[in-house]
């Protein structure tokens, strides 16, 4: 009679008989009647005993790398040890990547099929695929390929399914287009694809169309080499002119300036046209006065669309207003007002507020896109042309929002900003159902062993499987955890606005309270930038390479290093140890505000794009804020200024204090000198009178 183990968990029963087949089976009961918690919540952990859960931490990162060259007795003990801990699947992860054969086959498809999406999952999943491609298996190869956006990965499986199938509906309907759409690329693909492209090119799927269509893309991706090595591919017998085209088109991208030859391409090409709409796009940086001079003969040469039309005349007068040159208005007004797409709109309504023309504002704001920026200044302009009552009553109306338009608005009205809170809260059940999610207690495990990269993908893992009902447990579970970054993302994505109190933490708190006396600056501030520039991540990297909260650049850190920010002499600088990062940042905001002669607003924008590029936009006459902001030139600037505006505000009154931060600035202007005055002073930013 079969003797069997002590345990009602199939899973485990399939898959230690693989594992442990040469280990004695009582061991292998011994082994598997251990409890396994790997499904239950997080919450209980605490009925472990503490010593238990902290030295499966402690002792987590040494079990993974013991598990990478362990025996199968070895890897027994690990189990033993580590079996009931959430992370347990990176500890088999580990061991199965260094164990692979086809005795271990169903172990490791039970692996990839219980923790699939997981990271652990998705490196097992890639050295088996490795393995069975050493071992030439076609078809357990096909069988076992996830698409997750490998070339080399995807050229060998379409290789396989080439070898195993000759069925001409299945290559029309699935193989074929995938080698298309792995074909159709900017730049040149592995060897590995070579075999399936010549199969492909063999069965005449490479068209004219397509061999057009990857020209254009190594056109748009400036690959020359690429696109003169497609061009050979092009058939001039079947379509008359074909190299010639692709000749003239590599000129003019080369060469954007060569717009100005456009008779050279055949008015009825469509694929002409189109280049010289990008090329139009490209010119208009670098000399919008050529753009200017040859597109009304553009028109008359070619058909372009309407899109198209729009985009290019858009474009003329944003370059020509962000630079403030004098035809901007008249180019604006020449054009279909009404077609602007949005980046034309701003920068028309820009070229008003800079002339002061409120009339015309007035009316530009019935053209304008719904929103809060077209209610502020259709405010605005009534209030400036005398028109009381309708200009009140549209204060009135957007005051109620909360954001940088409605706090401008509750100054204008001289009355609190609406700062309502409404905390939320989740269902019990929801809240236990989401900490009962595997994907949930890895999550929290990596975080508390610092290894974020890896806990954000087990969460994204479990964003993507949890219910409606779940969502909002979700958001103040992220919270609970200080998971400040992601609790902020999934109250914005469902839309809990009025949760002010974890929408905009008081992360990191004492450190900030610290540095900020220690610089002399507005703690409020500092925290709307570390809200703005980061969300509480502290591992934060932008693609500049700013790094941490308050997203220093290296650069700049070791500037501030050198001028002796308080340093501690006992271990090197890092980025993104919060209190490094906020010591450095407040003092690089104490230094541009002082650099800035304490003008906040200045040192805010000088914050983003840097001080001396700011210094360029201090006007030459004095000029109302809200309108000097409304025209920043750089539009990340300019929403970057709004945005920590309003962080400030609020984390102003979640601090406890009183002030309107916004009070004056509808009175408050600009000097020619970068200062700011007005005719009354505010308690959180005092100014001169004007």
């Not at 009339?359 to 929103?371: H, K, N, S, Y």
């Not at 209190?579 to 407040?586: F, K, P, V």
């Not at 002082?594 to 000029?623: K, M």
């Amino acid at each position: 009679m079969e003797q069997k183990c002590g345990t009602n968990h199939p899973i485990l029963q399939q898959r230690f008989k693989q594992v442990f087949k040469s280990i004695a089976l009582p061991l292998v009961c011994l082994l598997i009647a251990q409890p396994v918690v790997a499904n239950e919540s997080v919450a209980k952990e605490l009925s472990l005993l503490p010593n238990h859960i902290e030295s499966m931490r402690e002792g987590f990162a040494d079990a993974e790398r013991r598990a990478s060259r362990a025996t199968e007795y070895e890897f027994a003990a690990l189990y033993e040890e580590f079996s009931d801990y959430p992370l347990w699947p990176y500890i088999e992860s580990a061991y199965l990547q260094n164990n692979l054969s086809l005795d271990q086959e169903p172990l490791i498809l039970s692996f990839l099929q219980q923790y699939y999406g997981s990271p652990a999952e998705r490196a097992v999943r890639e050295a088996w695929l490795n393995y069975l491609a050493r071992r030439n298996d076609a078809e357990r190869y096909t069988r076992d390929f996830v698409n997750r956006g490998s070339t080399r990965e995807m050229c060998r499986y379409l290789g396989y399914r080439l070898q195993l199938t000759d069925d001409a509906t299945e290559l029309k309907d699935e193989i074929w287009p995938l080698v298309e759409q792995r074909w159709v690329q900017p730049s040149s693909q592995p060897r590995l694809c070579d075999p399936v492209f010549r199969q492909w090119t063999a069965a005449g799927q490479r068209t004219q169309d397509v061999v057009w269509q990857r020209f254009d893309q190594a056109v748009q991706a400036s690959n020359w080499n690429m696109a003169r090595y497609i061009r050979s591919l092009l058939d001039d017998e079947y379509e008359a002119g074909a190299t010639q085209l692709a000749n003239d088109i590599m000129s003019l991208r080369q060469r954007p300036a060569r717009v100005a030859n456009f008779a050279q391409f055949p008015a009825d090409s469509e694929r002409a046209r189109d280049h010289v709409y990008a090329a139009l796009q490209q010119m208009a940086w670098r000399d919008v006065g050529l753009v200017q001079r040859v597109w009304p003969q553009l028109r008359q040469h070619f058909d372009f669309t309407p899109a198209q039309v729009n985009v290019t005349e858009s474009q003329v007068g944003v370059v020509l207003a962000v630079r403030n040159e004098p035809e901007a208005r008249a180019w604006f007004e020449q054009i279909d007002l009404a077609a602007l797409r949005p980046a034309g709109q701003h920068w028309y309504l820009a070229t008003l507020l800079r002339e002061r023309d409120f009339t015309a504002v007035l009316e530009f704001t019935e053209l304008m896109d719904e929103g809060a920026q077209r209610q502020y200044w259709r405010a605005r302009s009534l209030g400036e042309l005398n028109r009381p009552v309708e200009s009140e009553a549209e204060w009135r109306e957007l005051a109620e929002s909360r954001h940088y338009y409605g706090f401008m608005a509750a100054a204008q009205l001289d009355i609190e900003p609406n700062l309502t809170r409404e905390r939320v809260t989740a269902e019990p059940q929801h809240t236990e159902s989401l900490m009962n999610r595997p994907e949930v207690q890895r999550a929290f495990e990596l975080r508390q062993l610092e290894r974020y990269f890896d806990a954000r993908r087990e969460w994204n893992l479990a964003r993507a499987r949890i219910t409606s009902d779940e969502q909002v447990a979700a958001a103040l579970l992220m919270y609970d955890w200080g998971w400040l970054d992601q609790s902020i993302r999934e109250f914005a994505a469902l839309g809990l606005t009025q949760d002010l109190d974890r929408r905009f933490p008081l992360g990191f708190e004492a450190a900030l309270r610290d540095q900020a006396g220690a610089n002399d600056i507005d703690v409020a501030w500092a925290f709307a930038i570390i809200r703005r520039e980061s969300a509480f991540q502290t591992d934060a990297l932008s693609p500049a390479g700013a790094r941490g909260l308050m997203q220093i650049m290296p650069d700049t850190a070791a500037h501030l290093e050198r001028s002796g920010v308080g340093r501690n002499p006992r271990r090197p600088t890092d980025l993104n140890n919060p209190e490094d990062n906020i010591r450095l940042g407040t003092r690089y905001l104490a230094d541009l505000l002082r650099r800035n002669d304490n003008n906040w607003l200045l040192a805010t924008a000088s914050y983003n794009a840097g001080y001396y590029r700011v210094q360029e936009w201090i006007p030459q006459a004095q000029v109302p804020v809200d309108i000097w902001i409304e025209t920043i030139p750089y539009q990340e600037t300019r929403d970057y200024v709004k945005a920590v505006l309003t962080y400030q505000q609020i984390y102003t009154n979640l601090l406890g204090r009183d002030d309107k931060l916004m009070q004056h600035m509808h009175s408050m202007l600009m000097n020619p000198d970068g200062g700011l005055c007005d005719d009354a002073r505010t308690d959180a930013q005092p100014i001169a009178v004007c």
